[in-house]
Nanobody
Framework: QVQLVESGGGSVQAGGSLTLSCVAS????????VGWFRQAPGKEREGVAA???????MYKDSVKGRFVITNDNAKKTLTLEMKNLKPEDSGMYYC??????????????????WGQGTQVKISS
């Protein structure tokens, strides 16, 4: 019953912007840590941003200042605003949830609930 559905992916040129959204089922509780991960072909999945139940965000160093993660608990919608996109930002973006707490973004295994992904392609 835990469901996460991403949308908003697309193809844009470097320097452009995209906003990703993730709608969660009611079983993704507000106390969960929720975040965004991405995976490029042939590369490991990496944490991009996450936000805890208190609204405190954390970001991968390379996206700081460019990406903003927000969580609307009332609408159960997680958003990732991305600007000044770079080719290295390309990949499949996944919305995920950790039922316990927000640890390090590198602890991918703690996020046990995942969406289907939405593709982001940034061309130079």
């Amino acid at each position: 019953q835990v469901q996460l559905v991403e949308s908003g992916g697309g193809s844009v040129q470097a320097g452009g912007s995209l906003t990703l959204s993730c709608v969660a089922s009611k079983y993704v509780y507000s106390r969960y840590c929720v975040g965004w991960f991405r995976q490029a072909p042939g590369k490991e999945r990496e944490g991009v941003a996450a936000i805890n139940s208190d609204g405190i965000p954390m970001y991968k160093d390379s996206v700081k200042g460019r990406f903003v993660i927000t969580n609307d608990n009332a609408k159960k919608t997680l958003t990732l605003e991305m600007k000044n996109l770079k080719p290295e930002d390309s990949g499949m973006y996944y919305c995920a949830a950790d039922p316990n707490y927000c640890g390090l973004l590198t602890r991918t295994w703690d996020f046990v609930y995942w969406g289907q992904g939405t593709q982001v392609k940034i061309s130079s």
